[in-house]
């Protein structure tokens, strides 16, 4: 049966990779949500299968949940990071599948979609929801969203799919992403004094920024800023007219994000400051989970002889669309390593097993 489930999984993963399902290739998230649906077609049982894609919502729903109220929820993405040619053909090496959105997350995708197909006619009484969206990796993601306030939404218990290692993330931070445009007076450089340096300008915001209370003084799990762009200048011996800046800040806690703005919004009134909060994600902490949690780390250590961890990470994800509503979540995946670089992979053995866990929890609830 193993060796079956597991052909089963890298026949849909392969698939699945193979489309280039960036942002810069639109059709093919299209076509891949086509593929997705079609595999539904001929489900047996009474099923939903729902495929919105609009200016608001880019998402397929599949569900025996009739009333949207669903046992458990899987939640995961089709959408990836732009990657080569040759990290769209998927390829086996050793224990390996290599390919872009192997492990971020087609794999576990791969494994949702037999899983859903499989429970649903063999345990019609237990109420599954898939839901697959393609603008997770979009910094403006909108369709988890978009899918839980339009169907009403409340699942008892949700599981995003991201690559956790089979450890159970209960926590993620909230990110704010802050764009600075910065105006000043050129000058010859031996003549500082006369111009007006918009570098300056936005070094000055990222340092009164990060001087901030909730920036010091913190160890493990804590705030932090990162400058992660300045571009200004022509020449060396020039006083620069203009500059841009971008700051990225992670938050443990929404007071801590209070503060952060009401700052921001202090700064704005300088002159020759433009400075724009353009993206920001809430903070996900999981809640009444326990009893689920408990279970999961119990049927993850039976199948691959290892304790999950409970864990916090600093990356956000779509997560945190359930959380802010105060529905139970959690993040829990297969084991790989590369997203987002050349060498992307999930181990095959870790997708089989991810398989087995994730049957015989949503059995067992």
Not at 19 to 38: G, M, N, T, V
Not at 119 to 138: C, F
Not at 171 to 194: M, V
Not at 323 to 339: D, H, T
């Amino acid at each position: 049966m193993t060796k079956n489930v597991e052909k089963k999984i890298i026949k849909i993963s392969k698939r699945l990779i193979s489309f280039r399902s960036s942002e810069l290739y639109p059709s093919e998230k299209r076509a891949c949500f086509d593929y997705i649906e079609k595999y539904f077609k001929n489900q047996k049982g009474n099923v939903l299968i729902k495929k919105i894609i609009n200016k608001k919502c880019l998402a397929i729903m599949i569900s025996n949940a009739v009333d949207n109220y669903p046992d458990i929820l899987l939640n995961g993405h089709i959408d990836v990071v732009e990657g080569k040619d040759r990290q769209f053909k998927p390829i086996i090496l050793g224990n390996n599948l290599y390919g872009r959105g192997s492990i971020d997350m087609k794999g576990s995708i791969a494994v949702m979609m037999l899983l859903m197909k499989e429970i649903v006619e063999q345990t019609p009484n237990i109420k599954v929801a898939l839901m697959i969206v393609g603008d997770e990796e979009i910094q403006t993601s909108r369709s988890t969203e978009y899918l839980i306030n339009r169907f009403k939404l409340k699942p008892k218990f949700t599981i995003v799919g991201e690559e956790t290692g089979f450890n159970i993330v209960t926590e993620q931070k909230g990110s704010l992403n802050i764009k600075i445009e910065a105006t000043g007076t050129e000058t010859h450089s031996a003549y500082p004094e006369k111009g007006e340096n918009a570098i300056d300008k936005c070094f000055e915001v990222y340092q009164e920024i990060k001087s901030l209370s909730c920036f010091k003084k913190q160890i493990g799990y804590r705030n932090t800023i990162a400058l992660t762009y300045l571009v200004g200048g022509q020449a060396i011996n020039s006083i620069p007219d203009s500059c841009r800046a971008g700051i990225n800040i992670r938050f443990v806690k929404m007071e801590d994000l209070k503060n952060i703005t009401d700052l921001i919004k202090n700064l704005k009134n300088k002159e020759g400051l433009n400075i724009k909060k353009y993206c920001s994600g809430a903070i996900m902490k999981s809640i009444s989970c326990k009893k689920y949690i408990l279970e999961l780390k119990k049927i993850t250590k039976e199948t691959c002889e290892i304790t999950p961890k409970i864990k916090k990470t600093a990356t956000g994800s779509d997560a945190r669309y359930f959380s802010s509503r105060k529905l139970p979540v959690i993040m829990f995946g297969p084991q790989g390593a590369g997203y987002h670089e050349k060498n992307e992979y999930v181990e095959i053995k870790s997708l089989t097993n991810y398989y087995k866990i994730l049957n015989k929890f949503i059995k067992n609830l």
